[in-house]
């Protein structure tokens, strides 16, 4: 490989990414394609950090990263629908979703297969993130511990850089929101991939086949050959870009199983996790097929088109709408898989917590808060009875009824607290993925819309 000297100087380039991995281990023909049954990984906890430890890590980088996303998306914001798109394909992929707790992250996982012969590895999913990466020897520079071998792409036949001349290489800045480097002595064009949560990765933009199971693979998937990468990432091989966007693994397939796909994350460390089985990943317009989904409208916003947004309608706490102005709603709202905890605007947020309070310290005692989350309670979840349900509602029918496995998050033994957060310094709202947590979620980029279904991840 070339000198890579030059990539050290883009260290200061940061990465926020949420955590979802494929693995195709167990592989069932269902309806026109491939379903991958996905289980959670509560019960393998790591050992290398105590639990309030991970919890206050955690929730450190989730503010990062929330704050690196309210800096994108400073600003006025125009709000529009996203075109139609060609329907028609009928397959499906499946890939099994794990929560990252195993392996030291607060998102989720899954096992992606790459080069010929082929190899599987442990990657972070991210639904916020566009260019799909991993870590690569020689690793000139530096490379994050791994629970995989280090991917050897001199051992692929099917490996290859790509060139700067290749309009690829161009396509970056959009991705990465970094301006693409070529390399002068070997002409290859090199990614810069920053995240909010003092994460990155720099190295060549890739390509080779990928594999989904034995039988389901693309040729030609383009990815970044990771050589210099740093940050929170646990101890995955590298990261699953889902965003909306070219160079995503989810626009690389969609000419092949349709610009849709759907998952359910399965529960990590809220109060039922010893009920969770497990989660799962599909790609294709069949995974509109197995859940009753109501849906409400995708919208984009012009200046962050690859993240995916939807319209906030209404908040109830135990049936009751909070009270609020309507246009207190009319914020921008992002869905994230990301993002752990849910982050709302001042108002919203004060309104919600002051209802929660308002029944739950009829029960239980209010404690000091814990981090970014400062609404919590004596007490441990699973046997807190006394839990009012919170309803987010969304335009069209759609909503997430939360029960108490979405709303508490026991942060240390004895204390337990409300999983959301304010967000003070932005109008803006984020679903995180503590309250996805168990339900289907589909987003049918085709049809700009945004579905989910309850009943856990059947």
Known sequence: ???????????????????????????????????????????????????????????????????????????????????????????????????????????????????????????VVDTGSSLSWLQCQPCVVSCHPQIDPLFNPSNSKTYKKISCLNP??????????????????????????????????????????????????????????????????????????????????????????????????????????????????????????????????????SKNPSLYYLNLATITVAGKPLGVAASSYKVPTIIDSGTVITRLPVSLYTALKEAFVKIMSKKYAQVEGYSILDTCFKGSAKNMLVVPEIQMNFPGGANLLLKANNVLLETEKGITCLAFAGSSDNPIAIIGNFQQQRFNVAYDISNSRIGFAAGGCN
């Open 168 to 301: 690829l290489c161009s396509s970056l800045k959009d991705s990465t929101l970094n301006d693409p480097i070529c390399e002068t002595s070997s002409k290859t064009c090199v990614y810069r991939a920053s995240y909010g949560d003092s994460s990155y990765s720099i190295g060549y933009l890739s390509q080779d086949t990928l594999a989904l199971s034995q039988s389901q693979t693309l040729p030609g998937f383009v990815y970044g050959c990771g050589q210099e990468n740093e940050g929170l990432f646990g101890r995955t091989a590298g990261m699953i870009g889902l965003a909306h966007d070219k160079l995503s693994m989810l626009a690389q397939l969609s000419t092949k199983y349709g610009y849709v796909f759907s998952y359910c994350l399965p529960t990590s460390f809220s109060a039922s996790a010893s009920t969770s089985t497990g989660g799962f990943l599909s790609i294709g317009n069949s995974s509109l097929a197995t859940s009753s989904y109501k849906f409400t409208p995708m919208m984009k916003d």
């Open 1 to 123: 490989m070339g000198s890579l000297s030059l990539l050290v100087f883009f260290a200061q380039f940061l990465i926020a990414s949420s955590l979802v991995e494929f693995q195709g281990n167990e592989l069932q023909h269902k309806q026109a394609g491939l379903h991958f049954n996905i289980y959670h990984g509560q019960e393998l906890h790591s050992s290398f950090m105590s639990k309030s430890s991970f919890f206050s890590d955690m929730l450190a980088k989730d503010e990062e990263r929330v704050k690196a996303l309210y800096s994108k998306l400073a600003g006025d914001v125009f709000m529009s629908t996203t075109p139609n798109a060609s329907e028609g394909r009928e397959k499906v992929v499946g890939i099994p979703l794990k929560s990252g707790l195993p392996i030291g992250t607060g998102n989720y996982y899954v096992k992606v297969g790459l080069g010929t012969p082929v190899k599987y590895y442990t990657m």
